[in-house]
């Protein structure tokens, strides 16, 4: 069983920048907006908490992703709207099979439609809340959230991943490696690609990021962390993850990862990303002096 291809998960948090590029692009969120974070969002009689139950203040989209607040994600997909929302997972790939394999998820990317078939009720403002902030029916595997982790890292093009089994030495200086199919371009302003990547890199670098546990000495990263609740809610189980790629300003890397029965993503993840990626660019030193 490949989870990797197959796991269908909540992906809690490290769907908040594809909310953030879809309420930006749109224009439905200006860079300026600031929002008040008082540890929770109250939407009729349901009350629906922020990250930790604390309480961020005035909040703008840059300090929302880096310390992870909900209630700012809350307020921007209800400004949005889902339809953007959605347009935008989709054509990251969120929702279909990344072609990687025969033996593969989709995952699902709910809808209006989807939601009047599987529970006969119209999609509901709760329903657009449960879904800015990564839970809800929505339902990713780790391969898809790669996939969305390079195309933020790579400047906005979608690539079908391939699958490498091994190497073959095709001549003396290097390594035959196959062209990744393009699936799409994003077509993404690059201004709102530098806001969301920059946000991204205080998640790692700032002392306050949610991700700062997974910060390299002389490697400079972005990412996002995730805190996803699954099973019953009395249970209080969690799947961490995090997405993140380096280096920022030419990335050669993008990784997912999702842990089982985590505390935080932050705190959980965060460390062994920090583990991963310190391993990845001391092999690279090795290759470099072969």
Not at 251 to 267: E, F, I, W
């Given at each position: ?39 929770y ?13 604390t ?5 703008d ?10 209630v ?32 593969e ?20 403002d709760?329903?657009?809340c449960?879904?800015s902030?990564?839970q809800g ?8 959230m ?5 195309t ?5 093009t ?16 290097g390594f035959?490696v ?15 690609l ?7 890199r205080?998640?790692?670098r700032?002392?306050s ?12 990263m972005?990412?996002k ?22 280096p920022?300003?030419?990335p ?23 583990d ?15």
């Amino acid at each position: 069983y490949n989870r990797a291809t197959l796991g269908v998960y909540a992906p809690g948090s490290i769907f908040k920048p594809v909310v953030l590029i879809a309420a930006l692009e749109s224009g439905r969120l200006s860079p300026g907006d600031v929002f008040e974070c008082p540890g929770y969002f109250q939407l009729g009689n349901r009350s629906f908490a922020c990250f930790l139950n604390t309480a961020h203040g005035a909040v703008d989209y840059r300090r929302a992703i880096e310390v992870s607040c909900n209630v700012f994600f809350y307020r921007t997909g209800l400004i949005t709207g889902y339809d953007p929302i959605w347009k935008m997972a989709h054509a990251l790939g969120l929702g279909e099979k990344m072609g990687i394999e025969s033996n593969e998820s989709g995952g699902l990317l709910p809808d209006a439609e989807w939601k009047r078939r599987r529970e006969n009720a119209p999609w509901t403002d709760g329903d657009t809340c449960n879904v800015s902030i990564g839970q809800g029916a929505l339902g990713v595997t780790p391969l898809q959230m790669a996939c969305v982790a390079a195309t933020i890292a790579n400047g906005g093009t979608v690539y079908q991943p391939l699958l490498v089994v091994g190497e073959r030495a095709s001549n003396e200086t290097g390594f035959r490696v196959a062209s990744p199919r393009m699936l799409r371009e994003m077509g993404w302003s690059a201004e709102n690609l530098r806001r969301m990547r920059e946000a991204m890199r205080d998640v790692i670098r700032s002392p306050s990021g949610s991700g700062h546990k997974a910060f390299v000495d002389g490697v400079e990263m972005a990412g996002k962390t995730g805190t996803a609740e699954y099973g019953r809610k009395s249970d209080g189980k969690k799947h961490g993850w995090m997405i993140a790629f380096a280096p920022f300003d030419r990335p050669r890397y993008a990784v997912a990862m999702m842990l089982d029965d985590a505390k935080t993503g932050g705190s959980s993840v965060g460390p062994r990303i920090h583990d991963l990626m310190t391993r990845v660019f001391a092999l690279e030193k090795e290759r470099e002096n072969l």
